[in-house]
């Protein structure tokens, strides 16, 4: 009987294997595509494409791994907050270890940035966990804190480090235990729309589905552009990221993150060490970005000149694109020209911490279910991440307000 139950199971594997008809592909297995695909995968066939040999290479891969759910425009603020439940209490079996740890933040200001901190201590006094620090305050809680640059800081205790490959892992393992299938080292590299399904063309077989989701982070607009719908305005921008040594015989790990309040510079804590950054955003193809010497240069010298940390050697460098429209909110949503053509793209700085309650989103428009109400609570409005949203017409807002309702 076990053997029998073997050679069916085997069996059924290789059919999976050679599937090449299928309701929804997803283009790029990022943490968006990831997401994406475990959420629909228990209730329709599901194909996750990805170019590069391993899922994560991009982006996903090269994040801060940060939760602040004061981050970012109201709309991404609304979408952490509502992804908050998901990364504190994933279903039992989605990862071994917490994906969230708590961490902290402070925000700094010098003197001539104290505008900056009292415009976000008035955006944010009624969030719990938030206070205003006084210099001596801010000095006492970051031990390497160069003595007299700060003149104030803002301290929000809700930030969090997520482990970010647990939780793309996580996904992806759920994602292929119901069924789904992932092609790795596989480019789109065409699409066609005929009789109402999508022919997939990659660089290692070509498929048919009913829907393609479009979330190929950087690279969303080509493939826009592929299938024929208009360009959403994705402007990649390059962020560069270093990890450096703490002082000697000293142990950073308990520290908070230290954020310049004009974002000019981040220091978080890693693992014994320290991830710096100028917090750079230049604009860049999409493409295998590389840290550019300046920007290093850069960061080293505003972060020498913000704390006592002597910076002799980078142990680690790298760069990544942060994908943006104009409004810096992500774009999910059917195209409104293209047929079958689903949008999930745009997530900018944010797209780990707002993965879990966009996923869901997106899968509630694919399979035209009611969004749940317990994520539309947190303040989401499905019309501020709708494509063509700055030209909407007003039914279609109705339309999108009926939906959940
Ligand atoms: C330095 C840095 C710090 C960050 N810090 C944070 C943070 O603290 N918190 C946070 O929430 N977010 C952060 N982000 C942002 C976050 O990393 C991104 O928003 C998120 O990873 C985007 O995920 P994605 O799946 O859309 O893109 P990606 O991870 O880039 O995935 C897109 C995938 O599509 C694939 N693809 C593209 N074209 C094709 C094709 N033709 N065929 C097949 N596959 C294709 C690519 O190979 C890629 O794997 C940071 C980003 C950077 C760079």
Not at 14 to 25: M, N, S, Y
Not at 197 to 209: D, K, L
Not at 348 to 376: E, F, K, W
């Amino acid at each position: 009987m076990l053997v029998f139950y073997a050679i069916l199971k085997g069996q059924r594997r290789h059919d999976l294997a050679e599937q090449t008809e299928f309701d929804v592909a997803i283009i790029g297995a990022g943490i968006a595509g990831a997401s994406l695909a475990c959420e629909l995968s228990p209730d329709v066939s599901v194909l996750l494409l990805e170019m590069e040999a391993q899922p994560g290479y991009h982006s996903t891969g090269r994040s801060a791994a940060m939760f602040v759910d004061s981050y970012g425009p109201p709309p991404i603020r609304a979408l952490s907050r509502a992804s908050a439940d998901f990364l504190e209490s994933p279903p039992k079996g989605f990862s071994e270890s917490p994906l969230l740890s708590q961490r902290g933040v402070i925000m700094i200001a010098r003197n001539d940035q104290l505008t900056s901190l009292e415009n976000m201590v008035g955006d944010l006094s009624d969030s719990g966990g938030v206070r205003r620090l006084d210099a001596a305050e801010t000095e006492a809680a970051i031990p390497i804190l160069r003595k007299g640059y700060v003149a104030a800081g803002f301290a929000n205790d809700r930030v969090s480090d997520i482990d970010v490959n647990a939780l793309h892992q996580g996904y992806l393992r759920k994602f292929r235990s119901s069924g789904g299938i992932i092609k790795t080292a596989s480019k789109v590299i065409e699409t066609k729309h005929t009789l109402g399904r999508w022919q997939v063309t990659t660089s290692n077989g070509t498929y048919a589905a009913k829907t393609i989701v479009n979330a190929a982070g950087a690279w969303a607009d080509s493939i826009g552009k592929m299938a024929g719908a208009e360009a959403i305005g994705l402007i990649p921008k390059r962020r560069t990221a270093m990890v450096v040594a703490a002082p000697s015989g000293v142990n950073p790990d308990s520290w908070p993150m230290v954020i310049d309040i004009d974002e000019q510079f981040y220091l978080k804590p890693d693992a014994g060490r320290l991830l710096i950054s100028p917090a750079d955003e230049t604009s860049s193809l999409p493409c295998d970005v590389q840290p550019d010497e300046l920007d290093v240069a850069i960061c080293v010298d505003r972060i020498e000149t913000a704390f006592d940390l002597p910076i002799r050697r980078i142990e680690n460098k790298w760069a990544g694109l942060r994908s943006f429209v104009d409004d810096k909110c992500p774009v999910c949503g059917f195209d409104d020209t293209v047929e079958g053509f689903f949008w999930l793209a745009g997530q900018g700085g944010y797209g780990i911490q707002t993965a879990p309650a966009l996923a869901v989103i997106a899968a509630c428009l694919i399979m035209d279910r009611s969004v749940p109400q317990h994520l539309l609570d947190h303040g989401i409005d499905l019309a501020d991440l709708a494509p063509g949203r700055s030209t909407l017409k007003t039914d279609r807002k109705e339309n999108l307000k009926r939906r959940i309702s």
